[in-house]
């Protein structure tokens, strides 16, 4: 599927994509921090950086992550050679109050991850399919903090050693177009 863009943009947000088709390839830890660093300086209410990270790159970490990822997301993640959890701060350091932007903010970061990390040859994928109440005990994660994803990152492999389903998954999804995020008609009701 080809994607089209209307104007040119960073050409990391152009080529990122979510793939399957992970190589088994280690990935240094000097390499996965730097990807970190990106997501350390994404914007944050009141500079709260909500954002936590559990970094699974080692085998014994990673079964753990595994086995608590669905089984479809098993059946192509259990390859990757890092799988990051991702956390998030529910509550303000500052005074103990809901953080309502929290989400938000660590969404941000993740962003800045992919990019870093598409910046640097490597793909990353994105999963909400999997059980966060067996995350939170095997990694010992205190409730003040929300759950949010387990992030695959590693190399592209090979796309024949998916299953036939995954292999005509295994291309960009395209997008709505941008007029239809534009929420004009909201703003003019009143006129
Ligand atoms: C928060 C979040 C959760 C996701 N969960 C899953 C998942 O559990 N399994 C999966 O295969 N893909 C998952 N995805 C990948 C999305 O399906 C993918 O990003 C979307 O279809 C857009 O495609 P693209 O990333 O290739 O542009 C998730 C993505 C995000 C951001």
């Not at 730097?34 to 970490?61: G, H, K, M, T």
């Not at 036939?164 to 703003?187: A, C, F, K, W, Y």
Request: hydrophobic letters at 40%; a negative charge; aromatic letters at 10%.
């Amino acid at each position: 599927m080809l994607r089209k863009f209307n104007f040119e943009i960073m050409p990391e947000i152009k080529e990122r994509w979510s793939p399957r088709a992970f190589d088994s390839q280690a990935i240094s830890r000097d390499e996965i921090m730097a990807v970190l660093e990106a997501a350390r300086f994404a914007p944050s209410c009141f500079n709260e950086q909500p954002w936590r990270f559990i970094i699974a790159d080692e085998e014994e970490s990673l079964q753990k992550m595994r086995e608590a990822l669905t089984p479809s997301n098993q059946e192509w993640a259990n390859k990757a050679p890092v799988l990051i959890l991702i956390a998030s701060k529910k509550t303000f350091t500052l005074n103990g109050k809901g953080n309502f932007w929290h989400m938000f903010d660590a969404g941000t970061a993740w962003g800045y991850l992919s990019l870093e990390a598409q910046r640097r040859g490597l793909i990353t994928h994105a999963m909400g399919g999997f059980n966060r109440e067996k995350a939170r005990v095997e990694f010992h994660i205190p409730e003040d903090y929300d759950i949010i994803t387990v992030i695959a990152v590693g190399h592209y492999g090979q796309k024949d050693c998916l299953s036939g389903e995954l292999q005509d998954r295994e291309h960009p999804e395209d997008r709505v177009e941008l007029r239809e995020l534009i929420m004009d008609e909201g703003l003019h009701t009143n006129e």
